[in-house]
């Protein structure tokens, strides 16, 4: 693509305060868990919430890539983040006794776990992104569904002879007494080692909070969201369409995949069911894109804190939980997306009323200096 695209594109303009009121934030929150913990007044509950909030955060964010910058419907997230969770924890359960240094092991799966999702995003976008719409989320639901249900039926084992993998049963992988079983077909992965923290999560959000936002205020994301405004003008321009869809396709599936390391690093057995890896899961991560503003990386943010922590903040109140819990989405929604609580949001908005009492007090200054 020409310089002169990228100049019309705004690739040059500077970025946003926005980004550094996001950062902030999210560093500001991190502090005051931190104190929280230890001063111990934190908890048991919420102190276990720590790591899947790191992990919703990761994979909204990531998600946002695709939804709201570029513009374009996927609905199989939980797959690559299924991905990167096998991929990392299959990794760390190998060399648990061969590198012994638990924080060089844990930096080597999340990079294994990251780049594995991204090759499969990548391999899967060359075909599914020519499709728009409907049709992209149909086909990358498919996708998640069909890793899930790969994961569950193979069966992995490693002996003196090699490695051994069936998709029937452990008896058929037909190990030697020094075998060793390393997938369980539904069963999962056991034993992987608990290594993930609330520290280590924030790092991987800041990560992609940083990587997410320059992306957006850089000359490449001016012209991925000239992609998604308009197509057939970006084209015009000399844009190439399929390389920057495939660029933030893996790029999403990279964090997706990192929250995947964080997920399998948290547990002790790690199983591909339909909440975790399913479609219930793609939905929820979609949910949190939604409700957050469509675009918005500090929404994803925000949405994925306050929609992980409700639930189980709940839990007190037994039946009536979920029926809250719906009832808080429903007023969400209509407070972001209705057009008369959206005007009324902005006219009584920080902003708006600083402004409107500062004009109001300019005739009064006026009127006392003409006396």
Not at 250 to 273: C, D, I, P, Q, R
Request: net charge positive.
């Amino acid at each position: 693509m020409s310089q002169k695209a990228i100049k019309l594109l705004g690739g040059n303009r500077p970025k946003d305060k926005n980004n550094i009121i996001t950062i902030s934030l999210v560093v500001a929150l991190f502090a005051i868990v931190e104190l929280l913990k230890g001063t111990g007044h934190i908890s048991n509950l919420l102190s276990g919430l720590l790591v899947p909030i790191c992990m919703y955060i990761t994979l909204a964010v990531s998600l946002n890539l695709v939804v709201g910058i570029l513009g374009e419907l996927s609905l199989g997230h939980a797959g690559f983040m299924c991905v990167g969770a096998y991929s990392s924890a299959l990794f760390s359960l190998v060399t648990k006794d061969m590198i012994p240094m638990t924080w060089l092991r844990l930096i080597l799966a999340f990079l294994i776990g990251g780049l594995v999702a991204a090759i499969f995003g990548l391999l899967i976008g060359v075909p599914v992104l020519r499709l728009k719409g409907d049709y992209l989320a149909i086909v990358t639901l498919a996708f998640g569904e069909i890793i899930k249900n790969l994961v569950t039926i193979l069966h992995l084992g490693v002996d003196s002879h090699g490695i051994h993998f069936s998709t029937e049963s452990v008896a058929a992988l037909h190990l030697q007494e020094d075998g060793k079983i390393l997938i369980k077909g539904a069963l999962g992965i056991t034993g992987v080692p608990k290594s993930s923290t609330f520290e280590i999560g924030f790092i991987i959000v800041m990560l992609t909070l940083l990587v997410s936002l320059n992306l957006v205020n850089s000359a490449k994301g001016r012209v991925i969201m000239a992609i998604r405004d308009n197509r057939i003008a970006a084209e015009s321009v000399g844009i190439n369409i399929t390389t920057y869809k495939l660029f933030v396709f893996s790029l999403s599936a990279f964090f997706a995949g990192l929250a995947g390391v964080l997920y399998s690093h948290n547990l002790a057995t790690l199983t591909a069911n339909t909440n975790n890896f399913g479609y219930n899961m793609s939905i929820a991560i979609l949910l949190l894109v939604v409700l957050g503003g469509v675009g918005s990386i500090r929404g994803s943010v925000i949405a994925a804190i306050i929609l992980t922590a409700l639930p189980e903040l709940l839990r007190g109140l037994s039946d009536y939980r979920m029926l809250i819990y719906s009832i808080l989405l429903i007023v969400i929604m209509l407070f972001n997306a209705s057009p008369k609580l959206v005007a009324l949001r902005e006219r009584y908005s920080p902003k708006n009323l600083f402004k409107r009492i500062f004009r109001k007090k300019q005739p009064e200054k006026e009127a006392n200096a003409d006396v």
